[in-house]
């Protein structure tokens, strides 16, 4: 059974950054591919970001330029470092694991960006 753990969330102002984690308690990214998603209050989840296993990262219009996604296989974590954050990315984030049906989610990080 995959666990994902999500950290790194919390409350920063305008411009500000946060790196987000996923930790998962095995070895997958040779198996599955990653994504974050976010969910912000009244609205519905939506893609973020995704890595393949292969490691081609891929990004939503809204964040290129200002998140990066990378993974440290050494410590079974994903990464979302996200930079020059706005209002607009308030949400709770999520991660992704997915390998055709077999889908695991980790149960979220808030994000606030807020003055």
């Known amino acids: 059974q995959v666990q994902l753990v999500e950290s790194g969330g919390g409350l920063v102002q305008p411009g500000g950054s946060l790196r987000l984690s996923c930790t998962a308690n095995?070895?997958?990214?040779?198996?599955?591919?990653m994504a974050w998603y976010r969910q912000a209050p009244g609205k519905q989840r939506e893609y973020v970001s995704s890595v393949t296993i292969q490691g081609h990262t891929d990004y939503t219009d809204s964040v290129k330029g200002r998140f990066t996604l990378s993974r440290d296989t050494t410590k079974n974590t994903m990464y979302l470092q996200m930079n020059n954050l706005k209002p607009e990315d308030t949400a709770v984030y999520y991660c992704?694991?997915?390998?055709?049906?077999?889908?695991?989610w980790g149960q979220g990080t808030e994000v606030t960006v807020s003055a």
């Open positions: 992704k694991a997915s390998d055709g049906p077999l889908v695991y």
């Open positions: 095995i070895r997958l990214f040779s198996f599955y591919d």
